[in-house]
């Protein structure tokens, strides 16, 4: 029996998509019950590269066959679908879900400059975009195309965003690399803020002024010595007082 046999029947029987991992521990996990046979136990440390590889032949052999389905990787799950050419009839049997409203082109410009700089900050998105992003990123969070995924090590620690799978989903594909050639986009330069200074590993950080102005006071303080706290200190005949007005100045 033929590995990408057994997985056709798993997908073909499946009530969602698979990935290969889950395939791999159906695998061990027929082999598992006592009794069964040692063909089925040949399957059991099946290597995920393995299930993947068999997928991907399985798909060809689908291909090349030219049926009305086909076997499709979407956000890293296998699944069955059916061709785009049947789908007047599809319709027809299954009727038309409502779909959420397309993706203003605003929206669009948005998430192709997170999908290809993620993980990236709303202010970098500001920066090449050249206009606030403050509706737009709340549209693509409310969707579940865009999520939080970190903090960018700058001063200030602001969230960095980035892609999800319903992202993959929405747009039919595998996996992030199978993202069209952005290079045009990757080049747009974006200035990052400066990291964050510290006066001590661990210590919380300080404006960058306040390290400059205490290491200068430091080093003042090593060449001229300790300066008195107040002039209060001094006796009282040592103090010279300017004369007041209407007064005369003490003799010489």
């Keep these: 029996m033929e590995l990408k046999f057994i997985l056709e029947s798993l997908l ?15 695998l061990a996990a027929a082999a598992e019950p006592e009794g069964v046979g040692e063909e089925v ?18 798909a060809a052999d689908h291909e090349r066959a030219a049926r009305s389905f ?14 785009p050419d ?4 599809l319709k027809a049997l299954v009727g038309v879900k409502p779909r959420p409203p397309r993706l203003s082109q605003p929206a669009l410009e948005t998430l192709a400059i997170i999908a290809y700089r993620q993980p990236i900050t709303r202010a970098e998105i500001e920066q090449v975009r050249g206009v606030s992003v403050d509706g737009v990123m709340q549209t693509l969070l409310e969707r579940g195309l865009a999520e939080p995924v970190g903090r960018a ?11 999800t799978p319903v992202f993959l989903e929405y747009f039919g594909l595998r996996s992030l690399e199978d993202l069209p ?6 080049r747009i330069p974006v200035e990052k803020p400066p990291a964050p200074l510290t006066a001590e590993p661990g210590l919380a950080t300080v404006p960058p002024e306040q390290l400059t102005l ?5 080093a003042q303080s090593e060449v001229r010595g300790p300066t008195p ?23 010489p």
Excluded at 15 to 26: I, N, S, V
Excluded at 230 to 245: C, I, W
């Design 86 to 89: 049947y789908a007047p009839w």
């Design 153 to 163: 090590d700058v001063v200030g620690r602001p969230i960095t965003y980035g892609t």
């Design 12 to 26: 073909f029987s499946a009530q969602k998509p698979m990935t290969a991992k889950e395939l791999r521990d159906l």
């Design 229 to 251: 706290d107040t002039v209060s200190e001094a006796p009282a005949s040592d103090l010279v007082h300017p004369p007041t007005e209407g007064s005369a100045s003490p003799p």
């Design 214 to 218: 205490a290491e200068a006071g430091g």
């Design 41 to 58: 136990r040949a399957f059991k440390k099946t290597k995920e590269p393995d299930v993947v590889a068999a997928l991907e032949q399985l």
């Design 181 to 186: 050639a952005g290079d045009e986009l990757r």
């Design 70 to 83: 086909r076997l499709v990787c979407v956000a890293g799950a296998w699944q069955f679908a059916s061709q």
